[in-house]
């Protein structure tokens, strides 16, 4: 299951199943394979081409051209030596113009190929969420599921567009250079390579512990202000229990710790330094000493190859320098991947329900026995054997406590969550047999808390049925009784609503709320009446749009206001799981200590 991202630095750990459902990722990739393809076969040019630089550099640096002016002051160089200087700078600046060529395309290609990919790789992750069972949303936050999706994505995309090509391209300059040097002269490479190579890794290691030292000490600084801050908010409660003395104490060890942290982190600095210019510095040294004598006194060497060595060397150090961290960029971006992966390969609820059936709903609503628990809590069983029955057309009031089970109920009417025993039938048909969009589209709910899309109101009530025409949308509101305040704002239909527009009141988003379900005529009604309160004007305009959209349907209502339950065709208790009172309003007054007449002598009813 997925963890939530509590710690940005928390450490990768990848297995071998990590990597393999990271190269899942190339079935994304499977469409612009074409693309992908050209676009590797530029960095390989690209890279190879790179490696002749550092060649034709020495060769021009090198020349005997170059050298006769600095060593004769007799311009004696002859044309011919003029001229390999010429066709050297031509060369280098082919080489240019042919890296800009292959990079430009490179970069261009792989964009492209990762941008179509990462389109769909968001498709198909929104896509599988949203089809998600609700216990998916029970388990995973929302707000640390888009942030982690989203973050998740950003690092696969860096990786693909940039990354992979970098990694790529300083593998194979660490390559052609040991083959260059070798090339060139195989004594100095094999001396190099004994150090170098070897140092700019050590540096590289060495750089990251010092860093982390520092991280630790920054920590440690922000516990101690953390310390200061708390007591002097809670100081009336630091004189008050005269714990001063505590305080301070607690603050000194803080202190004390950034101290030692920071006074380790300088030591391992001073050695840091110390080595650079002792090892590092020095090995550089000794190569170009070992160079110079080879070409002057061992003649074993020419000068223009002894600069092509050192400019070699440069790049090899660079790029075994750089290794460590793409390589490490490259492991985050397979964690990653399959952190995106566990996602879009979990089981979408069309995939778990496997009812097919597709029928005209008529109404009627049998709950036979059920028994249910919610996954997140399988130990705690919210229905213990819940029967009732709604025939078509009636209105049927939910009445409990609060944690009684009613808005479990209609999370099960609408086929959020399987039960675990007993049956839920619509018409006679058992709830897994329907096939579930079928089922849910000839239901409707209001809820207690009506939430509105970014949009305008008219698209807020097309919600209901987005095929609805113009007309139709303008007499849902009519029925819902939000035509008129739609009507008083100065865009009407079109005005915005949340965030960027007007903010609705709680009464009027009902109304909204009811506009759309009365779009969607549904056969089935689920009404959570708000518990907070309406002005009573307001509430009168939700009422009477409740009833007119009750007509003809059949309602459950998870009542809270005395007049609903009161016109019920049934009312039903609920209480620890279970229906312990059922009937008419005045059939369940008459029952002496009845918890429904208690309740309702609570509220001021009889
Ligand atoms: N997603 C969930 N996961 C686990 N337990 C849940 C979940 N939703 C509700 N419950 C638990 O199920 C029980 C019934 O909750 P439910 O929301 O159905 O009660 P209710 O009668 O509608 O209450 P209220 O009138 O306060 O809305 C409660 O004990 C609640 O804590």
Redesign the pocket.
Known sequence: MLRPNKDKKEKIKLSKDSYAKARRIFSYIGPYKGTFIIGWIFLVFSSSVGLLFPYLMGQLLGSPANMADLSSPEQSSSLLQLDSINSIAFALFILFLLQSVFSYFRIILFTRVTENTLRDLRYVAFNRLIHMP??FF?KNKVGELTSRISGDLNLIQETMRTTIAEFFRQVVIVLGVVIWLFFLSWELALIMLATVPVMAIVAVFFGRFIRGLSKKAQDSAAASNGIIEESLIGISNVKSFTNEALELLKFKKAIEEIRQLNIKSGNWRGIFVSFIFLCLFGAIIFIIWKGVHMVQVEQAMSLADFFSFIMFTVMLGASVGSLPDLFASIQKAVGSTEHLMNIIEEASEQELLKGKQEIQLHGKIEFKDVRFA????PD?E?LKGLSFEAQPGETIA?V????????????LLLNYYTIRDGAILFDNNSIDTIEVKNLRSQMAIVP?EVILFSGTIRENIAYGNPDATEEEIREAARQANAFDFIESFPDKFNTEVGDRGIQLSGGQKQRIAIARAVLKDPAILIL?EA?SALDSESEKLVQEALDKLMVGRTSIV?A?RLSTIRKADKIIV?DNGKVVESGKHEVLMEIENGIYSNLMQLQGGN
Not at 374 to 377: E, G, N, S, T
């Open positions: 609700m216990d029970n919610y996954p997140q809590r705690v919210v939910l409990g406590s609060s944690g009684a089970g009613k808005s479990t109920i209609s999370s207690q959570d518990t998870i809270h609920i």
